[in-house]
C-alpha cells in the first residue's frame, strides 16, 4: 500500500494520487520502500498532538517491528498522553514534549535532525504536531505517512493512506503483511497494533467496522494479542478523579437540544481542576451524548487555557469535519472530529449555538 509522492501536485490531485495507489499497489513502489528500510537506519516516529490508543499504538507497534529489523528508533509526541495507555510495550522509551520538560524539545530536535527516517502516524498535516512540524518540514530525511483522516497534506516521499482503514494501527499491520515480514510481529506489537485496532473502531461499534477490521483482529490475536487485557487497561482502568469527572458531566453538563437533535457539554478550568482531571480523563465523555435516543449530534468543549478544544461526534450522514473545518480550525473523520476556538467558553458556545440553524435541516433528516 505504500505508494511514492515525487511530484508537487495540489492536495486535490494528491488525495486522488494517493487513492488510485492504495487499490493499484505497485510492486516497484513497495520494493523502494522495502529497500529504504532493508539496512539499520537512524529512525523518527512521530504522532499526533495529544495522542490516543490508535496513535500511539500504531507508534509503538511499528517502532518494536523496526526494531527487531536492527533500526535505532526514536518514538516522539508532540504532548503527554493518558495514564491508562502506559502499559503499552515500549512506552517507557516515548519522547513527551511538556511544558514542564521544555529539555526534551531540544533532545526532538536533535533526533530530527539526525533521523535517516521520519515516520508520521495518526495525522494528516504537520499542523496537527506543533513545534515538531516545522522540525519535520525542514528535515532532510526521508519522510513516510501513513494515516487515515481525510485531506492529507503533501509532505512525505512514502504514502499509505486511506479513510476506508478504520485505523491506522490496521494499515501498520498490512503493511508489515505486505512487506512479507508478519512472522516478526510478536505479542507486544500485536497487543499494541490491536488496541489502535479496538479504539478507533468503537470496540468494533463504529460504522467504520469492516469485515478487514475484524480479520486483522483474528490475526493480531492470532499473533499473541489479548483482547480482554487490552480492554480492560483502556476502557476498565479509571482513577476515581475520572469516574467523579464522568458522573459530573452526565448530571450537570449535559444539555440536549431536541430541535436539533443535539447534545453538547462544556467544561470550565476551574470545573476541571475541581474534579482533579488529568490528561485524557475526557477522553469518551463526548459519545455519551450520542447514546442518548434521537441525537445526531455530540459536541464537548473544553478550557486548555491556551484555547477551548472541542470534540465532535456524529451518527449517519451528518459530517461534523466539515463543521469542524469551516468553525472549528480542525477536523478529522466524517462521524469523529476535533477543532479548537480562541475565543472564550462561552462565546465559543454562542457560536455553536449560533450555527446550528444553518444545520438543522440535516440534523432532522431521517
Not at 220 to 240: C, K, M
Not at 270 to 291: C, H, I, R
Request: net charge negative; hydrophobic share 40%.
Amino acid at each position: 500500500m505504500i505508494s511514492p509522492n515525487g511530484s508537487q501536485p495540489c492536495i486535490s490531485d494528491y488525495a486522488l494520487t494517493i487513492k488510485i495507489a492504495i487499490f493499484a499497489i505497485s510492486m516497484e513502489n513497495l520494493q523502494a520502500f522495502k529497500s529504504l528500510i532493508s539496512s539499520p537506519k537512524r529512525v523518527v516516529i512521530v504522532t499526533h498532538f495529544k495522542p490516543d490508543a490508535d496513535a500511539l499504538g500504531s507508534s509503538l507497534g511499528l517502532s518494536g517491528y523496526l526494531i527487531k529489523k536492527g533500526h535505532d528508533v526514536s518514538v516522539i509526541t508532540p504532548s503527554n498522553y493518558p495514564d491508562f495507555l502506559a502499559w503499552m510495550p515500549g512506552n517507557e522509551a516515548v519522547l513527551a514534549l511538556s511544558n514542564d520538560k521544555p529539555e526534551n524539545e531540544q533532545k526532538a530536535e536533535q533526533l530530527v535532525d539526525d533521523a535517516e527516517i521520519v515516520f508520521c502516524l495518526d495525522f494528516s498535516s504537520l499542523s496537527r504536531i506543533n513545534s515538531l512540524g516545522e522540525m519535520i518540514r525542514k528535515s532532510g530525511a526521508v519522510k513516510v505517512l501513513i494515516d487515515h483522516h481525510l485531506e492529507p497534506e503533501n509532505f512525505a516521499q512514502f504514502v499509505q493512506w486511506t479513510t476506508a482503514s478504520a485505523s491506522t494501527a490496521g494499515l501498520i499491520f498490512e503493511l508489515i503483511e505486505e512487506l512479507g515480514e508478519k512472522a516478526m510481529i510478536d505479542q507486544n506489537i500485536a497487543n499494541c497494533l490491536y488496541a489502535g485496532l479496538m479504539t478507533d473502531t468503537g470496540g468494533f461499534r463504529h460504522n467504520n467496522t469492516r469485515q478487514k477490521e475484524f480479520l486483522i483482529a483474528s490475526e493480531l490475536v492470532g499473533l499473541g494479542a489479548n483482547p480482554h487485557e487490552t480492554a480492560r487497561q483502556i476502557y476498565d482502568t479509571s482513577t476515581l478523579e475520572r469516574l467523579r469527572l464522568t458522573g459530573f458531566v452526565l448530571s450537570q453538563k449535559l444539555v440536549v437540544l431536541p430541535e436539533y437533535n443535539t447534545a453538547y457539554m462544556t467544561l470550565s478550568q476551574d470545573e476541571l481542576k475541581e474534579y482533579g482531571a488529568q490528561t485524557g480523563d475526557t477522553e469518551g465523555l463526548v459519545n455519551y451524548g450520542l447514546s442518548i435516543k434521537g441525537v445526531k449530534l455530540s459536541v464537548l468543549m473544553y478550557d486548555r487555557k491556551e484555547e477551548i478544544k472541542l470534540s465532535l461526534r456524529s451518527l449517519g450522514d451528518f459530517s461534523v469535519n466539515e463543521m469542524a473545518r469551516k468553525y472549528f480550525e480542525g477536523g478529522g473523520h466524517r462521524n469523529a472530529s476535533g477543532g479548537s476556538s480562541k475565543l472564550s467558553l462561552e462565546n465559543t458556545l454562542n457560536k455553536l449555538l449560533e450555527i446550528l440553524p444553518e444545520y438543522k435541516i440535516q440534523l432532522n433528516k431521517e
